[in-house]
């Protein structure tokens, strides 16, 4: 499974960016999707996760600001993020699970700064 994420780029605080992450390869029926976040000297956290039936679970710091969703096809799952602050500044990564194994897309850098 190869992960392509996008999206990323800088925005004034109270703005808004849609990071996506693209799957191919071969994609089970049964996977999760998460988007993680990692602040320079800081430890990587996850931000959101939707399972392939739609259950979603959102950290308690973006929780009522970001949105996670996917396309029809189910191959893209989008972070739609508002109401952005500096410190939602970090490198975002999406990460696919599927039988135990995970795959990380490349990471795409958010920059809220005035």
């Known amino acids: 499974v190869q992960l392509q994420a996008s999206g990323g780029g800088l925005v004034q605080p109270g703005g808004s960016l849609r990071l996506s992450c693209t799957a191919s390869?071969?994609?089970?029926?049964?996977?999760?999707t998460s988007w993680y976040r990692q602040a320079p000297g800081k430890q990587r956290n996850v931000v959101a996760t939707?399972?392939?039936?739609?259950?979603?679970n959102y950290s308690v710091a973006v929780k009522g600001r970001f949105t996670i969703s996917r396309d029809n096809a189910k191959t893209t799952v989008y972070l739609q993020m508002n109401s952005l602050k500096p410190e939602d500044t970090a490198v975002y990564y999406c990460?696919?699970?599927?039988?135990?194994?995970?795959?990380w897309g490349q990471g795409t850098l958010v920059t809220v700064s005035s």
């Open positions: 390869g071969r994609i089970f029926s049964v996977n999760v």
């Open positions: 939707m399972t392939n039936t739609g259950m979603i």
């Open positions: 990460k696919h699970s599927q039988s135990g194994v995970d795959y």
